[in-house]
């Protein structure tokens, strides 16, 4: 979904965000263009004390600027300054926005992995993304008895061991993003529900542990841009339209 990049600068008008619609943003912070001096003027005082904590140089260039992309992406669709953008946390600690509440309020969710980004942010409705590099060295059947569902061990199991692999991570993320747009944090356990993870399997919600209509409630969406990594999103509503662009630091690019 998010393979094709177009180079095309946007204009604001395009940034309209409708209900039933969520956009996802992908940026690369390996390659930010971010100049440290416009990043110290983004940030919070909380966020710079917080970069300032972490020992290598390069998990504090990820952090700050996964927080100035995450600030300057959300102060277009606010129309506010980035630095004037103010956060707060749920029951759970999920990051929301301060100002926004009520059934067009702005929600989002943000992941990185290994210097990607991905940001989602839809009107009204939770939201999550994950994002993981795929990485050949995880014992997949160790961590899958331990947090997949019976039924997704099973699926796992039906593949062929070459094909595992992806099938696991792609599983992963989509329960992630799932657990990440409910809010719930480790208040949930990860195998009390099923995601399809099998190769040409339509991303969905399967089934949750207790609650038979939960399922129909959500869409996930697997987010495919690079083959080294798998992603997902996961939204509470039954169907969405989802548009991807690409964050560069100074452009804003649409990508389909």
Request: aromatic share 8%; glycine share 6%; with cysteine.
């Amino acid at each position: 979904m998010i393979r094709q990049a177009l180079a095309r600068d946007l204009s604001a008008k395009t940034l309209a965000l409708q209900h039933g619609e969520v956009h996802v943003w992908l940026a690369d912070l390996n390659h930010s263009r971010f100049a440290e001096r416009d990043i110290d003027c983004i940030l919070s005082q909380e966020e710079r004390e917080r970069a300032a904590r972490f020992y290598l140089q390069s998990d504090r260039h990820h952090f700050t600027a996964g927080r100035a992309m995450l600030r300057l992406i959300l102060g277009r669709y606010l129309e506010i300054a980035p630095r004037y953008v103010q956060f707060s946390r749920g029951p759970h600690g999920k990051p929301e926005l301060a100002t926004e509440r009520g059934s067009n309020a702005l929600c989002f969710n943000l992941a990185h992995s290994h210097g990607v980004a991905l940001c989602a942010i839809a009107r009204g409705r939770d939201i999550g993304v994950d994002v993981e590099r795929v990485n050949a060295d995880v014992n997949v059947d160790l961590i899958a008895e331990r947090f997949f569902s019976q039924r997704e061990i099973a699926a796992l199991r039906l593949l062929p061991r070459e094909k595992q692999l992806t099938a696991f991570f792609t599983g992963w993320v989509r329960k992630e993003a799932y657990v990440k747009a409910r809010g719930d944090g480790l208040a949930m356990d990860l195998d009390s529900f099923s995601v399809s993870l099998s190769p040409g399997e339509p991303a969905a919600l399967l089934d949750v542990q207790g609650h038979p209509d939960e399922a129909r409630a959500w869409s996930l969406r697997e987010l495919d841009f690079d083959a080294s990594f798998a992603a997902a999103l996961a939204l509470r509503a039954p169907e969405c339209r989802v548009r991807c662009w690409e964050f560069t630091g100074h452009q804003w690019m649409f990508v389909d």
